[in-house]
């Protein structure tokens, strides 16, 4: 298996700012690709962003311009600026690969989700 720890949610004013983090452990794995999820009150969960091993970063509409989603080897980033009450939520970390010990099989983990609110 592996484990997704997020860190960095948190009570912010509206148009501040929040870095949120993630990182992956186990043993024996291959990340293909790593995102960011979030799920408000009563709301089903929606993709944030994505960010794959091979190709340009994929965001929802409502967060482009304003979030960047980075990764460094096994961790993944969303850098949020310009938050809105409407991005309150809890913010999920998901990473898509394989495994490769002892056989090659595939895995989709999610994290325990951060909280953001954004609110004055």
């Known amino acids: 298996q592996v484990q997704l720890v997020e860190s960095g949610g948190g009570l912010v004013q509206p148009g501040g700012s929040l870095r949120l983090s993630c990182a992956a452990s186990?043993?024996?794995?291959?990340?293909?690709?790593m995102g960011w999820y979030r799920q408000a009150p009563g709301k089903q969960r929606e993709l944030v962003a994505t960010?794959?091993?091979?190709?340009s970063p994929n965001y929802a509409d409502s967060v482009k311009g304003r979030f960047t989603i980075s990764r460094e080897e096994n961790a993944v980033y969303l850098q949020m600026n310009g938050l809105k009450p409407e991005d309150t939520a809890v913010y999920y970390c998901?990473?898509?690969?394989?495994?490769?010990?002892?056989?090659?099989?595939?895995?989709?983990?999610w994290g325990q989700g951060t909280q953001v609110i954004v609110s004055s």
């Open positions: 998901n990473a898509a690969g394989i495994h490769h010990i002892p056989t090659v099989r595939p895995f989709d983990s």
């Open positions: 960010i794959a091993v091979r190709g």
């Open positions: 186990g043993s024996a794995f291959v990340i293909a690709a």
